[in-house]
Each structure stands twice: as structure tokens, then as C-alpha cells.
């Protein structure tokens, strides 16, 4: 019997290209990243699943080209950029990877934190750059304590979640708003208390973005919101880069309408050199790289495989949505 076709738009890890040999013909775009539309459209023709990467767009036009998809994986926990009501009208699996990157995110959100507050960036730039000239003076690269700060927390789903347990460990005082409130037991369990949304933006000293990329959130960070926020506070972006209006966020940033921002996800990537953000020194940058710890991207790589097994037999993937 000939093998199901599968397509990767990238490749993967080794173990994981030879568990898909074993049952499909597979072919991996070894081209450019993101892989070209025109190229993509091509192979989804006759394809029975695709393995996919945040940055590919899987949107009704591409999916109509497809004569027998059954699954895609998406190897990622943000499926913002797959069309999932078409993909469940045409009854296509789409498997996605949570939970298995939910500790390496969150520490990546707390990272960005220290760093922008304790400035560890900003004083390696300044070593590097021959420019460290006074010694440990009253004044010179001071951060900002963590301790008693108020960290807002937007979206406590999984990875909100666990960085509330992180900041907890450091004495920081917890809020959160959410579309859905936690039950009671898990807001005690947790330390954290809801709050309205502008209470999260007038009163936190740190916000931390942890919601998906929807028609409701796209920039729902904007001047407006920066202009409410404190002059203090700093922004912290893990989620989507398209949650936050980047140009405002720019100017609120050089003229410190808020003090800082830590973000791994930008509204277009990869940036730049010559991205506005990179001139700024209150802010630290990192490339997309949640869930990049070598044990979280194995983990993400056998969970994208097997969903895409289950899909393709027609099954619920692991962790499935839409189908
Ligand atoms: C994802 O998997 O969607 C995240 O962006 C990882 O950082």
C-alpha cells in the first residue's frame, strides 16, 4: 500500500524525522523560512499532513488547494495562524503542542522581567561597548526591586499560571485578569487576586501578556492603554507580538510614558537590526524563544508527531483544536 504524504514546512529533530519515515513518504522544505506561499500551496495539494511552524499561514485558501489533508500539527501551542473553523468545516485535524512548553515560557517571561528591571542587558551592551566608566556609584545602573512589586498578569491559562508561581517565590504581589475568572480554590491556591481590566493597567507594576492573538486582542496594547498604564511599569510580551501596537509601544517606550518592555515576539518577524525597538535601550529583546530549551523542543517535536499520527487516522490529535 503506498504511504500517506506528509509535508514539513521545516525541518524537525532527527528522531522525530525518522519515527515519520517509518510510516509516511515525507518531504521537508528545506528552503527558505517561512516557507514561500506559492511553494506551499504546491505541496498541500496532495498531502495528507502538514507539520507546520508558527509563521506559516494556514488560511482557507490554502487549505481548498488541499485535496486530501487530514491533519495538520502545528508545532507550537499558538494556533492563531491556522483558519480552525475552516479547517473544521472541511473536518481537517489540527493538532497543537501545550503544556509541554508551559514551564520554558514562563521562565522566559520571568527572565525578561529581571532582566528589564535589574537591566542585565542594558549593562552587558555597556561593557561591550567600552562605556563602563564609573564603578558602583548611588546612582549608577540601578534596577528595580521585585519584592512587593504588583505583577499583573493577563490570561491565567497554563503558562500565566506558572509564572505566578515564580513571581510568588520572589515576593511579588499577584493580579491577574482573564476572559474567564479561575475558580476561588485555584485563585488562593495560586496567591493571586482577579481584577477588572483597568485595575490590571492602572495598577500593576509589571504586566505580563499571556492571551492568544484573536480579533479581540489584536492591538489591545496601544497609546491609550500605555498612557493609562504607571510611568514605572514595564511590559512584558511572550504571547503574540500582534497583541500590542507596536508603533505606540515605540514611542510610549522613548518618551517613558512607561518605563520598560521585555518582549520575545514582535508584530512581524524576524525583526531587524533597524527595528525602532533596537535603538531603545529600555528595552530587552529576545528572538522568539519561549519554548526554545533543548528538553521543551524535544518534547514539542514527539507531541507534533503524534498528534499528527492520530490525525491523520482520523482521530482527535493529543492536544486537538476546531475537529
Ligand atoms: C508557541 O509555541 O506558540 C510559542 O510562541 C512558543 O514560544
Not at 242 to 271: M, Q, R, S, W, Y
Not at 284 to 300: F, N
Request: hydrophobic share 40%; glycine share 6%; net charge positive.
Amino acid at each position: 500500500m503506498q504511504k500517506k504524504r506528509v509535508f514539513l514546512t521545516r525541518t524537525l529533530h532527527d528522531f522525530a524525522l525518522k519515527e515519520l519515515r517509518k510510516k509516511y513518504q515525507i518531504e521537508v522544505h528545506s528552503g527558505k523560512i517561512p516557507i514561500p506561499k506559492n511553494i506551499l500551496e504546491k505541496k498541500i495539494k496532495n498531502i495528507d499532513g502538514l507539520i507546520c511552524f508558527p509563521y506559516d499561514k494556514i488560511d482557507d485558501t490554502m487549505m481548498d488547494m488541499a485535496e486530501n489533508l487530514k491533519a495538520i500539527s502545528t508545532y507550537s501551542v499558538g494556533f492563531d495562524h491556522v483558519d480552525i473553523t475552516h479547517a473544521k468545516k472541511k473536518k481537517i485535524r489540527v493538532g497543537y503542542t501545550p503544556e509541554v512548553l508551559t514551564d520554558a515560557t514562563a521562565d522566559l517571561a520571568f527572565s525578561l522581567m529581571m532582566d528589564v528591571m535589574r537591566r542585565v542587558t542594558e549593562g552587558d551592551k555597556i561593557i561591550r561597548k567600552g562605556s563602563w566608566r564609573q564603578i558602583y556609584g548611588a546612582y549608577d545602573y540601578v534596577g528595580l526591586d521585585l519584592q512587593g512589586k504588583t505583577l499583573g498578569i493577563l490570561g491565567l491559562g497554563r503558562i500565566g499560571s506558572t509564572l505566578a508561581k515564580r513571581a510568588k517565590a520572589f515576593d511579588m504581589k499577584l493580579v491577574y485578569h482573564s476572559r474567564n475568572r479561575v475558580s476561588k480554590t485555584r485563585e488562593k491556591a495560586l496567591g493571586i487576586k482577579y481584577v477588572s481590566w483597568e485595575k490590571l493597567i492602572t495598577q500593576s507594576d509589571v504586566i505580563s501578556i499571556h492571551v492568544p492573538h484573536t480579533t479581540q486582542t489584536d492591538k489591545l496594547f496601544d497609546a491609550k492603554i500605555f498612557k493609562k498604564m504607571k510611568k514605572s511599569a514595564v511590559l512584558i510580551n511572550t504571547a503574540r507580538g500582534k497583541v500590542i501596537n507596536e508603533k505606540d509601544l515605540v514611542l510610549a517606550l522613548k518618551k517613558n510614558i512607561i518605563a520598560g518592555a521585555g518582549l520575545d515576539v514582535f508584530e512581524t518577524e524576524p525583526i531587524s537590526n533597524t527595528h525602532p525597538l533596537t535603538k531603545l535601550d529600555n528595552v530587552v529583546l529576545a528572538p522568539h524563544i519561549g519554548s526554545s530549551t533543548k528538553e521543551t523542543r524535544e518534547e514539542m517535536a514527539r507531541l507534533t508527531v503524534k498528534n499528527l499520527n492520530l490525525g491523520i487516522l482520523g482521530k482527535k490529535p493529543i492536544y486537538s483544536v476546531g475537529y
